[in-house]
């Protein structure tokens, strides 16, 4: 039987994009795109992508119980792919919509740029928004192929910062440096977008399909 | 407040799409240029195009008619979003007449062509922004940010686009009511006309609308209602002119 991989969908966004970018890059594994636990407990990968303000984001996983499916996905040592807002939600806090926990697999806490200075002390502008580099903290299988200060695209108003240097598999500087990828085990999460990322975008989404924590 | 009849365009057709998805689409009429002609004579005094096609292919496949429709109203303030994508393909609409181009997606997924863009044609350029909860929606997958669409139009405003198109995702083409609180926490917190997009449905809407205008809101866009005859154009304008002027 082949592979299955689900892709977590909260009936917010237009996934047959993610679905299709999936397919491109798989060999053989089949791409479900569901909001359903079960079915996401029963995957053999897991893509977790986010979505808006990150107190809807949790509320919505509370609500249909998406939030213990990926706990017990992680768990069970399955491969996990957390996408923006996606990685965000795997922190442990957030401080968005006045303080926000969420789903704790990771210590970091994601914080939001405006109230950050730049090396000139002046507020940086937000959102950080197009393309920009980050500097691979680790060689890891999910950057197989893809160089060193690769530029992915970002668009985010928040970042995760905190992170133990062992779990920030990626950096990006806008203004500060932030956590640009996060990993421990078989979790990878990723605040850029890969699915707008072009080519190197595809090769991370080929890795993650190949990847055998 | 201007009412801003959409004219979405595909194939050369005039179409309306439901929630933005291409498949899921509704002929109005095969001729756009007489579409057009019939919402100036029912009152519009600006047209909101949409090359759907463009938006979807990338280039304007949509031109010809474009061009047709504004060379039948030459007076007519024209704004053409869908396909946005280069200085060539603006300067061929500002050459057929086309009074603004609005950058939808690319402005979000390159930010410096706005910027380029209002450089290159000043008083041309207006981004479209979509949102749903007031988080910027883009076309990817993760597809609603944990960007707040106010930061994000201030920096466009920073940068010199003429006004901001303003379209709440969740309700466009759903005959559901403007989102008049977003559309209003925006216009107040720039300088640029918000023009409202998405939720027209009715007389009510339109009136809703009005009261908060001068906030900053100097049009709203409709399209659906004003196919489907749950809003008369006509109407619609004659009350906006009378609750705050022309």
Redesign the interface.
Same mark, same amino acid.
């Given at each position: 039987m082949s592979e299955v991989v689900a892709?977590i969908d909260y009936g917010?966004?237009?996934?047959h994009?993610?679905g299709k970018?999936l397919e491109k890059v798989a060999s053989g594994q089949q791409i479900v795109i569901t909001g359903d636990p079960d079915q996401v407990r029963a995957a053999d990968r897991v893509v977790f992508?986010?979505?808006?303000?990150?107190r809807?984001c949790i509320a919505v996983l509370r609500e249909t119980g998406l939030d213990r499916a990926i706990l017990d996905v992680i768990a069970a040592g399955k491969p996990v792919l957390g996408?923006?807002? !996606?990685m965000?939600a795997l922190m442990a806090r957030s401080e968005?919509n006045n303080g926000v926990d969420c789903l704790g697999v990771f210590d970091g806490q994601v914080t939001f740029f405006?109230e950050l200075q730049n090396d000139t002390g002046g507020r940086l502008?937000?959102?950080h928004? !197009?393309w920009n580099q980050v500097r691979q903290g680790m060689a890891h299988p999910m950057w197989a192929g893809i160089a060193d200060n690769t530029r992915f695209?970002f668009? &985010?108003?928040?970042c995760v910062t905190g992170l133990a240097d062992e779990e920030v598999a990626g950096r990006c500087d806008y203004g500060l440096s932030f956590a640009a990828a996060a990993t421990r085990k078989n979790v990878f999460a990723v605040q850029f &977008?890969p699915?707008?990322s072009a080519d190197a975008g595809l090769t991370l989404l080929e890795n993650f399909l190949r990847w055998q924590p | 407040m201007l009412l801003i009849p959409a004219i979405d365009l595909k194939d050369g057709k005039c179409v309306r799409l439901k929630q933005g998805r291409m498949e899921d689409d509704t002929v109005f009429s095969d001729d756009p240029v007489a579409v057009a002609s019939h919402w100036v004579e029912r009152g519009a005094r600006r047209l909101h195009l949409v090359d759907l096609n463009g938006a979807f292919a990338g280039e304007p496949v949509n031109g010809d008619i474009v061009k047709a429709i504004a060379k039948a109203h030459p007076d007519l303030p024209i704004q053409i979003g869908g396909g946005i994508r280069s200085p060539e393909i603006i300067q061929a609409y500002l050459d057929a007449g086309v009074q603004w181009v609005i950058i939808g997606t690319k402005a979000?997924?390159?930010?410096?062509f706005v910027k380029e863009m209002c450089q290159q044609f000043p008083g041309h350029i207006i981004v479209g922004l979509d949102a749903? *909860? /007031?988080?910027?929606a883009?076309? /990817?997958?993760?597809?609603?940010?944990?960007? *707040?669409v106010i *930061?994000?139009a201030k920096?466009f405003e920073n940068d010199g686009v003429s006004a901001i198109v303003y379209t709440d995702i969740s309700r466009d083409g759903m005959l559901q009511g403007v989102n008049v609180d977003a559309t209003v926490r925006l216009a107040q917190s720039m300088s640029i006309p918000v023009i409202a997009s998405g939720g027209i449905t009715n007389l009510d809407d339109v009136r809703n609308l009005c009261a908060v205008a001068d906030q900053g809101i100097s049009g709203a866009i409709t399209g659906r209602a004003i196919y489907e005859n749950t809003l008369d154009f006509g109407e619609g304008q004659a009350l906006s002119d009378e609750l705050i002027g022309a």
């Open positions: 892709v917010m966004g237009n996934l994009s993610a970018a992508p986010g979505v808006g303000a990150i809807d996408i923006c807002v !996606g965000q968005e405006g502008k937000v959102p928004m !197009g695209y668009v &985010h108003s928040y &977008h699915e707008k | 979000v997924n390159e930010p410096q749903k *909860d /007031g988080k910027v883009t076309d /990817g997958w993760a597809n609603v940010t944990d960007v *707040d *930061d994000l920096q």
